[in-house]
């Protein structure tokens, strides 16, 4: 628009202008596929002129469980999920606006586990609930994710220089490096170029397949990777001494339980959680100090051990999980009435942050649900790529 034709804008309220309301207002629809649970995010977008950025405005956000991968033999009923999500969408964007919202759907991690048959048996049942819909079906409209796209990075404040992600079947870390020398003792498919006001920067980001936290469950109970699970049963010195479940994962079915003669408690279990991490990660020096955003299962079992609360989040410190790891594994019979796994989840949060990843008992995380009221998400990031790409935005 040209100025022209914008004169009148400043006699109207942002949301009432003509041009604001119509013209410019833009929306995006991304599902992220976990494992564990499938989220719809739908992002407005406001371009107040075509030479700035546009800016979000809004998102609507709902998910449901489980996660694509639980419908791996029953594909339909996986897209179904999907459907219901969508129909969120039509409810939420004007119908002038369907053909131009494009929709898209990211599966990470858990899709990776299954077979490539099944995954794409799923993926295809979902393309045809988009085709079906009356929204703008990108090419590549759904797709299995490179892990690398998951990380996030936020800059709140001028000393938080990364995040840190801890999904059910991945975990991702991402910074931006402050030292050439961390650039240089990287390996190259860890680091991503991006363009920003004419300058390129390089952003440290990558995902570990297998070291989610409920992958890590099962390569603490030895049972990842092993070809016969029929019948086997997995015993953890980190699970209730008297334990002896069932636990569904993948589309498998696994049997686990206590140390019933052996050791349980703090000490036996960091040993057996250790082997999952040490020196399985790579350690950039520079962060060691630094304090980092930290979302997803960090924050759920925060939560959950009352280190912060669930509307606030909060900031804590690398030893508030081990003294909180000690404290449930050392009373695991007192605790049993969470989850079997608290104690396991939280001796390799400690572990992943401290010999994985390599900080400090007193690096700082920041744990926080939302970011200027919206759920923070590699989803936005990822919508904003879209609509630039596919010409929506400038
Ligand atoms: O929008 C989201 C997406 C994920 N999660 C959390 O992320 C963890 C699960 O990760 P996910 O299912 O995405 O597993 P992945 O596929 O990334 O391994 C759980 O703690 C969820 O509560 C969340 O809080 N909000
Ligand atoms: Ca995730």
Redesign the pocket.
């Known amino acids: 628009h040209s100025n022209r034709e914008m004169w009148f804008k400043h006699f109207f309220p942002p949301n009432v202008c003509p041009i604001d309301a119509k013209a410019n207002t833009f929306y995006g629809i991304m599902f ?6 499938t ?1 719809i ?1 739908i992002y407005t977008f406001v371009q107040k002129s075509p030479e700035n950025l546009p800016e979000l405005e809004g998102e609507i ?1 709902e ?1 449901v469980k489980p ?1 694509l991968s639980a419908y791996a033999d029953q594909p339909e009923k996986g897209a179904e999920s999907v459907k219901r999500l969508l129909d969120m969408a039509i409810e939420a964007v004007p119908p002038h606006l369907w053909k131009k919202t494009p929709v898209v759907l990211k ?5 990776r586990l299954l077979s490539e048959e099944k995954a794409q048996a799923l993926l295809l049942e979902v393309r045809e609930v988009f085709e079906e819909s009356p929204f703008l079906v990108p090419e590549d409209s759904v797709s299995i994710m490179d892990g690398s796209y ?1 990380g996030q990075l936020s800059g709140q404040n001028q000393h938080t220089v990364g995040t840190l ?8 870390i991402t910074f931006l490096p402050r030292f050439e020398e961390t650039l240089k003792e990287t390996p190259g498919d860890f680091l991503t170029s991006f363009e920003m006001f004419n300058s390129t920067y390089k952003l440290y980001t990558h995902s570990y397949l297998g070291f ?4 890590a469950r099962l390569a603490t109970l030895g049972a990842l990777n092993v070809e016969a699970v029929d019948g086997q049963m997995f015993r953890s010195s980190c699970l209730p001494k008297q334990l002896e479940a069932e636990w569904h994962f993948g589309g498998v079915k696994y049997q686990y339980g206590g140390n019933k003669e052996g050791e349980t408690g703090f000490k036996p279990c960091y040993l057996e959680v250790l082997k999952v991490v040490k020196g399985k990660l790579h350690q950039p020096d520079e962060i060691r100090g630094s304090s980092f955003y930290a ?3 960090y ?2 079992r925060a939560v959950d051990t009352n280190l912060i609360d669930y509307e606030q989040g909060g900031v804590l410190e690398v030893k508030d999980f081990e003294r909180k790891a000690k404290e449930v594994c050392d009373n695991m019979e007192r605790y049993n009435s969470a989850s079997p796994f608290l104690c396991m989840d939280l001796t390799y949060i400690t572990a992943l942050l401290k010999e994985g990843f390599g900080f400090r008992d007193n690096t700082l995380l920041q744990l926080t ?1 939302k970011v200027n009221n919206i ?3 590699w ?1 936005l990031g990822a919508t904003f790529h879209l609509l630039q790409s596919l010409g929506i935005t400038h």
């Not at 992220?32 to 649970?37: H, I, M, P, V, W």
């Not at 599966?107 to 899709?111: C, D, I, S």
């Not at 992600?165 to 991702?172: E, V």
């Open positions: 992220d596929a976990g494992s564990t649970g989220r995010h956000f998910s996660g599966a990470t991690a858990g899709l998951e992600d801890l999904g059910g079947a991945s975990t991702q989610g936290l409920k992958a979302f997803s299962y924050y759920d649900k759920e923070t998400s989803t």
